[in-house]
């Protein structure tokens, strides 16, 4: 049974940068879109960033310019890199598949960004 485990949280001042990780254990997920999701004040996991089959990358508007998400081909680990943090970054990020599997939620990790 894979699961997902995030690292790479913390507390940073805006305008600093952070490195999230993704690893899956207890297997790979091949050729599954990988994405990053933070959970809003409202509870709900918006969609921040996709890794596409065939390489094609999404985000969402308000991160666009600023992260980065990839992927290790050899190890299925994922990372989003964020640069130039923003106060209204700061939530619980989790990543998981997309669309998303219950069965794949994590504990996430948590990203607060100071002003």
């Known amino acids: 049974q894979v699961q997902l485990v995030e690292s790479g949280g913390g507390l940073v001042q805006a305008g600093g940068s952070l490195r999230l990780t993704c690893v899956p254990s207890?297997?790979?997920?091949?050729?599954?879109?990988i994405a990053w999701y933070r959970r809003t004040p409202d509870k709900e996991r918006v969609l921040i960033a996709a890794?596409?089959?065939?390489?094609?990358?999404n985000y969402l508007d308000v991160v666009k310019g600023r992260f980065t998400i990839s992927r290790d081909s050899i190890y299925g680990t994922t990372y989003l890199q964020m640069n130039d943090l923003k106060p209204e970054d700061t939530g619980l990020y989790y990543c998981?598949?997309?669309?998303?599997?219950?069965?794949?939620w994590g504990q996430g990790t948590q990203v607060t960004v100071s002003s």
């Open positions: 207890g297997g790979m997920l091949r050729d599954t879109t």
């Open positions: 998981n598949t997309w669309p998303p599997r219950v069965a794949f």
């Open positions: 890794l596409l089959s065939g390489g094609r990358e």
